[in-house]
């Protein structure tokens, strides 16, 4: 493993469940991977931009001259893109707002999920071109739904393996976070999933 890409989303800081986890995580990928380059984008800190006409033609067109004109538009784009690219294994750490994930984490996908450059249209359907990869979801969330009546309300895993799989990436491995607004239930969810992650196959 030589790159390891990891995406941060909660801005709650020292408070956020899902940091907390990604910190353990990454102690553990350090041990196992020493000489790894781990590279943070912390999304609460770097506000991506909500894709405009002009990144979205930079990003979008065949055309070589238009391309090239527009190359400073696509900047950004082509740094995540490459660095998502470039990468082994992928983290993802976010929480759940509103049933779904943060726009910081869908502003993030929308730059990156490029046709031509993380897939393509082929005559037998969607090629992902980000293959050989793998990814770590670690997700919080107030309520329980990876079981019980919320269970449909979850936008965030089916989502998330839905956009990774399109892209190429199916070897997908969830870590959950689960009651962080349930009293009984919150004490154990950060220590239950630091013990999760000594049991993933990294
Ligand atoms: C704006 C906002 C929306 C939220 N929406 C939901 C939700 O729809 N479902 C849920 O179970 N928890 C929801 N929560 C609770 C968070 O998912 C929970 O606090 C989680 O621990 C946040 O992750 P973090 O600790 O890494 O910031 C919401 C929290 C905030 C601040």
């Known amino acids: 493993m030589k790159q390891i890409l990891m995406i941060e989303v909660s801005p709650r800081g020292t408070d956020s469940a899902s940091r907390s986890v990604t910190h353990t995580l990454a102690a553990r990928l350090r041990d196992l991977h020493p000489s790894v380059k781990l590279i943070c984008r912390d999304l609460a800190i770097e506000h991506l931009p909500h894709l405009d006409e002009a990144t979205l033609r930079a990003i979008s067109t065949k055309n070589v001259d238009e391309a090239e004109n ?24 976010t929480p759940m707002w509103n049933f779904g994930i943060p726009s910081a984490l869908k502003a993030w996908i929308d730059l990156v999920v490029r046709p031509g450059r993380t897939f393509q249209y082929t005559d037998g359907g969607v090629l992902g071109l980000a293959q050989d990869k793998k990814a770590i979801l670690v997700l919080a969330s107030g309520g329980i739904f990876t079981e019980g009546a919320w269970r449909p309300w979850d936008f965030v895993e089916p989502y ?20 962080m607004n349930i009293p009984t239930l919150a004490p154990n969810a950060v220590p239950n999933a630091n013990k999760a992650v000594g049991e993933l196959a990294l």
């Open 70 to 93: 527009l190359k400073q538009k696509a900047q950004q784009s082509d740094q995540l893109t490459d660095e998502l690219l470039g990468s082994d294994l992928l983290v993802i750490a």
């Open 160 to 179: 998330l393996r839905q956009i990774l799989g399109f892209i190429g990436i199916v070897d997908v491995q969830t870590i959950r976070i689960e009651g």
